[in-house]
């Protein structure tokens, strides 16, 4: 089967700038998560969806950061307006079965 | 809340030798448990995972954990490290029931020397 698909792999843009990140699940994968990954950091859990729905947004930079997930497949993440220390690998996943299994990740560079 | 300590930062071992990476977690019930591995530029790839049943779980690359409750730790172990073994590793706590949030720990880079 496919994997989890992430685009773009690369962004540089500069501070104040807005940006998007889209992920395409696993087919059947019911769960989606966004993480953040700062270098030299594990991965921090950013949202989480349940098909269409958010369960767990409680990390999400509410002021900044937006993701959907449409018709529970598709999602995009995006910042607006981004700042210098969103610089990070944002990594997208998706689950079934309690196992996770994760994109290559979309590498932002904030200058 | 649960929580992830991994303890070294950096391991450096020679290729050839045994390998012991540490993870302790702190969760209030039975904890799903996880070991992942990262290669410069890549996503996370799973190893092994624990949900339940025997406490020694085997992975894929040779590598096996060993959930021990009374310690609170998941070690992850491999008999014989290759070069190819150089990645960060990451140890990760999942919630039981319900849905699932899963905590990972801050990593241990390994450096494999000839």
């Known amino acids: 089967e496919a994997g989890v698909a992430q685009s773009p792999r690369y962004k540089i843009i500069e501070k104040r700038q807005s940006v998007a990140f889209w992920c395409n699940p696993i087919?059947?994968?019911?769960?989606l998560y966004w993480y953040q990954q700062i270098l030299g950091q594990g991965p921090k859990l950013l949202i989480q969806f349940q098909n269409n729905g958010v369960v767990d947004d409680s990390q999400l930079p509410k002021d900044r950061f937006s993701a959907e997930r449409l018709k529970g497949v598709d999602s995009t993440l995006k910042i607006q307006p981004a700042k210098l220390e969103d610089s990070a690998v944002y990594l997208c996943a998706s689950s079934r079965d309690y196992e996770q299994f994760f994109g290559p990740g979309t590498r932002l560079t904030v200058l | 809340a649960q929580s992830v300590t991994q303890p070294d930062i950096h391991i450096t071992v020679s290729e050839g030798a045994s390998l012991e990476l540490r993870c302790n977690y702190s969760y209030g019930a039975t904890p799903y448990l996880f070991w992942y591995v990262q290669s410069p530029g890549q996503g996370l790839q799973l190893l092994l995972k624990?949900?339940?049943?025997?406490?020694l779980v085997q992975g894929i690359k040779g590598f096996e954990a060993e959930f021990k409750r009374s310690q609170s730790s998941f070690n992850l172990r491999k008999p014989s490290v290759h070069w190819s073994d150089a990645a960060e590793y990451f140890c990760?706590?999942?919630?039981?029931?319900?849905?699932?949030?899963?905590?990972f720990g801050t990593g241990t880079k390994l450096q494999v020397i000839p």
């Open positions: 087919s059947g994968h019911a769960t």
């Open positions: 990760a706590v999942g919630t039981s029931g319900g849905y699932q949030k899963v905590t």
């Open positions: 624990y949900f339940s049943g025997d406490t």
